[in-house]
């Protein structure tokens, strides 16, 4: 019998050597005279045990990890094909307990099957949602939607059925669907994981989005930094064409739905709805102001679903299995399960889907193993870089939309960045305004010029000039843009300066 | 104004006409200009404009807008280095001195050799495994000085 070897394509796989791996198997393979199925798969999301190795056993899925090119000889000599004894032994995947304690909706194919096959992905469930979809009338789909009280993943946490809604109600003929797969936010891998481990999800839900509202036409805004990506969509949406699931006649629907993937060009703002809907259109992504909401007036002057990739991806599921299924999940207003990344200064990191409502000390303690340094945890940022830093003493706080934003800080797109006591929150704080600086698009004067004059307010608290003062100063200016900036990136790049004088002041004491 | 030399005006004009008929091609036309030449080149500005019917303002806005976009022809390799939060806990700021020092360049520039390009990067996706480089497309995890220099060296074989 040809044995069957899963090693992750991913690219964060690859960056630690799963290519090498997968090369170093073939050849032992070869050299061997054993005949083996190799696929490359998506990553299972233990990136602390990538490169895993996978093989598949009477008994199921065995794993091994981290491998290096190096140990794949003596792999071969422990008999790893048929789930042989070796140090980088974890025994059945499912069972190893970072995984199987995990909730996985939206990823729930994602490490585990070939991401360039339509027929496996036919196998493992898929299109039975868009199949459910095209049963109900429009109204149902997006009944189905707000039923399950998905929110927007991307960070706004808007009620995506409310959004679907407006674009349904709207009479006109031409409508868009688009994807935001502009992950910018340090910290998130989500999006990628998902796009680049099983992108016809996405395909799928964009596609079942396109139904409800009446859409022909559609376009996955995804960032330049990720061309693997861009590979695994472009192939899978040839597929899907081919397949007869896009096109002229989706699933034998009579309805037509096109699909294309537009590269973004290294603007941070272009996650920005809005932005991203103007550098669609060929523009500079300078924000638009709202009203009106795309809903109602998005990309090139028509009605627009704007939503993020595991948004979209997790539409499949809750149309298979129902809105109260998905609602099942979660506690208060936020429903079904979220995505996490476990990232930066962290022992074990990487994704881990659960439902809303466990602690952060949870993940960082029970799923990360603590830091990687082996120092204590001083700070974590959640949400990205306009996201606030979290000392340990909140630790216990839910991850769940209202209980972030009870404690000053924001859920965000699901990304938790580690930093151990090594680190200088005026230096973090200062990277805010940096950043802020560098990715302003420039259309309002609080972000554009109160980003530099913050950058130039903290080099002047780091240098001990005027201390206090400035201090002062760097809280008003902070305000200022809190409450005058157009969009998110002016009006909460301020956060994680707040967040850092107010919980780790000493920081800039020591300096005054 | 500088003029581009024709064989790459006949680049440039064959990019635009592939594209012209699509909805909103400048930011298609400006990535198959730079995956076509290695950069966006001040010259290629008005032959863009007069192909898509815009201003040169208009194009030249769009080219400078975004960091991705190139002013200048690249070096061999280009080596982008993670900057980011996730990265800067994992060490990304001594990294980046590290390779300062290794390349004797700063960010935005080339190697007199014409070899490395060094430039800035805002997150990969890669921040379960950071710091995180990508040179020349490839992506890189958990980089230490060890792993880049080797990863220099290797790049540097001649070709």
Known sequence: MTATVYIPADAGALSVGAGEVAAAVAAEAARRGVALRLVRNGSRGAYWLEPLVEVVTPAGRCAYGPVSAADVSSLFAADFLNGGAHPLALGLTDAIPWLKGQQRLTFERVGIVDPASLADYLQHGGYRGLTRALALAPTEVVQTLTASGLRGRGGAAFPTGIKWKTVLEQPVTQKYVTCNADEGDSGTFADRMLMEGDPFSLIEGMTIAAIAVGATSGYIYLRAEYPHAAVALRSAIAAAYQGQYLGADVAGSGRRFDLEVRLGAGAYICGEETSMLESLEGKRGEIRVRPPLPAIKGLFGQPTIVNNVVTLASVPWILARGADAYANFGMGKSRGTLPIQLAGNIRRGGLVERAFGLSLRELLYDYGGGSASGRPIRAVQVGGPLGAYIPPAHFDTAVDYEALTGIGAMLGHGGIVVFDDSVDMARMARYAMEFCAIESCGKCTPCRIGSTRGMEVIDRILAGVDGERNVRLLEELCETMVQGSLCGLGGMAPFPVQSALKHFREDFRARV | ?159
């Open chain 2, 1 to 159: 104004m500088e003029t581009l030399p024709p064989a790459e005006t006949a680049v440039v004009r064959r990019i635009v006409a592939e594209h012209k008929g699509r909805p909103g091609p400048l930011l298609e036309v400006l990535h198959a200009i730079q995956s076509a030449l290695g950069f966006v080149p001040a010259a290629a500005v008005p032959v863009v404009a007069e192909g898509l019917n815009l201003s040169r303002a208009e194009v030249h806005g769009v080219v400078t807008f975004y960091h991705y976009f190139r002013h200048s022809p690249p070096g061999r390799h280009t080596v982008s280095l993670c900057q980011a939060e996730s990265c800067q806990s994992m060490g990304a700021q001594a990294l980046t001195a590290h390779a300062r020092r290794r390349l004797g360049i700063d960010f935005h520039q080339t190697t007199a050799d014409g070899e490395f390009s060094l430039e800035p990067i805002y997150c990969l996706g890669n921040c379960a495994c950071s710091p995180a480089a990508m040179i020349d497309g490839r992506l890189y995890g958990r980089v230490t000085r060890e792993a880049f220099d080797a990863l220099i060296a290797e790049n540097s074989l001649p070709p």
